[in-house]
């Protein structure tokens, strides 16, 4: 279990993007804590995915959730009394930036997050922790650190820096008492991954006969950060000392998508089937968290390794309900009509 130290008793706190994968993680962590938590999210009982990931969190009284888009939504009522704001809604992927869908991006991760800041100036909220990316660094040929150069590769990449570097002029004003961490994660894996994520591709290959896309040639490589271990930071971050800071939140190790196969064939005793995609814009060739700042502010030690990690995620896979598991295949999946033919008869 997540533990939190050095946090007052309970309080008060929101969680924006909480019915996403690590939002609602993060809910559940701050629930068990004790935390009232007022709990917001676009996505809601009509989301399979969404009422899957706040299935158990839905049982406790001190949970309040609201539907609504954070780009236009009222937010103040519900930041009232709150001490400390996790804002995690995001349009997150690196590949759908490029296109159609830029201006979403635009929408929720620099509109939204600036209303958010606002919003939290105006209701005295004391502590903004913002989830920042990877994506931020761009390509890197050493552990990237907070103070390197950002120069994000993809559309996503500038959203992402643009909100988090909002959120901290904000936080640098003389007259502000609001502080704000922005914390900079590194892939992140575990239950509830999204369906189009790595990890959870290979694994959905192995437990489920599917063939999965393998984009470029397998040799990119990503700090792969367990969610136990990113909740366990995010947390941290609410109740440290600082004004504006940002941090690495990563596994502690670069692995290859190969490499990720192979693990995935290693844990499940199954075999994987990928079809071959060109590389795409914005992929960079590795990720890699300098995780010094993370160790010194947070006390932050990732404890979960890729091998443990996927094994859990495996587990979780499987015993998902058939209509959430559906849900989870990548769409791309050259079988999936066939798929769901011999699976579930539709
Ligand atoms: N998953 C990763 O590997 C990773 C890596 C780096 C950074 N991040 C960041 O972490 C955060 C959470 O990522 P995730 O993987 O849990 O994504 P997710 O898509 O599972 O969750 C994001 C949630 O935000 C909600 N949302 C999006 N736009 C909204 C809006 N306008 N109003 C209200 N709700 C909105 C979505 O409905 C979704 O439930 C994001 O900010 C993302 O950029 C994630």
């Avoid at 993060?26 to 996505?43: C, K, M, S």
């Avoid at 201006?103 to 105006?122: G, K």
């Avoid at 502590?127 to 590769?153: I, K, M, Q």
Wanted: charged residues 20%; aromatic residues 6%; glycine residues 10%.
């Amino acid at each position: 279990m997540v533990t939190i130290s050095g946090s007052p008793p309970s309080s008060r706190v929101v969680v924006t993007g909480a019915a996403g994968f690590i939002g609602s993680h993060l809910v559940d962590a701050l629930l068990v804590h004790g935390y009232e938590v007022v709990a917001v999210d676009r996505r809601g009982s009509e989301s399979i995915v969404a009422v899957a990931n706040l299935g158990g969190a839905m049982g406790y009284e001190r949970l309040r959730m609201h539907c609504g888009d954070l780009a236009e939504m009222d937010i103040s009522s519900m930041l009232t009394g709150a001490d400390v704001v996790f804002h995690l809604a995001a349009v997150p992927g690196v590949r759908d930036s490029w296109g159609a869908r830029f201006d979403e991006y635009v929408r929720t991760n620099i509109s939204a997050t600036q209303r958010i800041v606002l919003a939290c100036e105006q209701a005295g909220v004391r502590r903004l922790v913002l989830a920042s990316s990877s994506s931020v660094y761009g390509e890197a040929s050493s552990p990237s650190a907070e103070f390197d150069h950002a120069a994000p590769c993809s559309p996503y990449g500038v959203s992402k820096l643009a909100g988090e570097q909002l959120a901290l002029a904000h936080a640098r004003r003389r007259d502000t008492r609001l502080s704000v961490v922005a914390l900079r994660y590194f892939t992140v894996f575990g239950p509830r991954q999204r369906a189009g994520m790595g990890i959870n591709q290979a694994l959905v290959s192995a437990l489920f006969d599917v063939a999965v896309p393998l984009f470029g040639d397998g040799t990119q490589r990503r700090e792969f950060t367990y969610i136990d271990d990113v909740v366990a930071g995010t947390l941290a971050a609410a109740w440290i000392h600082a004004q504006a800071e940002v941090i690495n939140i990563g596994g502690g190790a670069s692995t290859s998508m190969r490499e990720v196969l192979d693990t995935a064939e290693s844990v499940t005793g199954r075999s994987t089937t990928v079809y071959p995609m060109p590389e795409q814009a914005g992929d960079v060739t590795t990720t890699c968290a300098d995780l010094q700042r993370a160790r010194q502010l947070l006390g932050y030690q990732p404890a979960v390794g890729l091998e443990e990690g996927m094994r859990r995620q495996a587990r979780w896979l499987q015993d998902l309900p058939p209509d959430v598991r559906i849900s989870l295949l990548p769409s791309e999946s050259r079988r999936f009509d066939d798929y769901r033919r011999c699976r579930f008869g539709k």
